[in-house]
Nanobody, 125 residues
Framework: QVQLVESGGGLVQAGGSLRLSCAAS????????MGWFRQAPGKEREIVAA????????YYADFVKGRFTISRDDSKNTVYLQMNSLSAEGAAVYYC??????????????????WGQGTQITVSS
């Protein structure tokens, strides 16, 4: 069982930056693929980025490539999402997710086993 707790969301101006953190419980964090999804009101949950258990492979949705960076620190059981150049389209609830068997970059939320409670990002113009 893995518990995930996100932090770092909030209000940011368009063009600004935020860094999300996701702290995971458990002693086997390093064996999990970690990902970030987001869900805006009235829209489906969509993948933003994912990172393999080793950290050697990453996946980014086309709409964030070049602006967002996912990373992990296994010594802290934490995965990060650095978000730069945020736009109004980035406003959503961002969720951290984990799974031991999924391929990093799997787009369907149903393929991930564990989810955090989400953190809200609001972008002001």
């Amino acid at each position: 069982q893995v518990q995930l707790v996100e932090s770092g969301g909030g209000l940011v101006q368009a063009g600004g930056s935020l860094r999300l953190s996701c702290a995971a419980s458990g002693r086997t964090f390093s064996s999990y693929v970690m990902g970030w999804f987001r869900q805006a009101p009235g829209k489906e949950r969509e993948i933003v980025a994912a990172i393999s258990w080793s950290g050697s492979a990453t996946y980014y949705a086309d709409f964030v490539k070049g602006r967002f960076t996912i990373s992990r620190d296994d010594s802290k059981n934490t995965v990060y999402l650095q978000m730069n150049s945020l736009s109004a389209e980035g406003a959503a609830v961002y969720y951290c997710t984990a799974d031991r068997t999924v391929v990093a970059g799997a787009r369907s939320p149903s393929t991930y086993s564990y989810w955090g409670q989400g953190t809200q990002i609001t972008v002001s113009s």
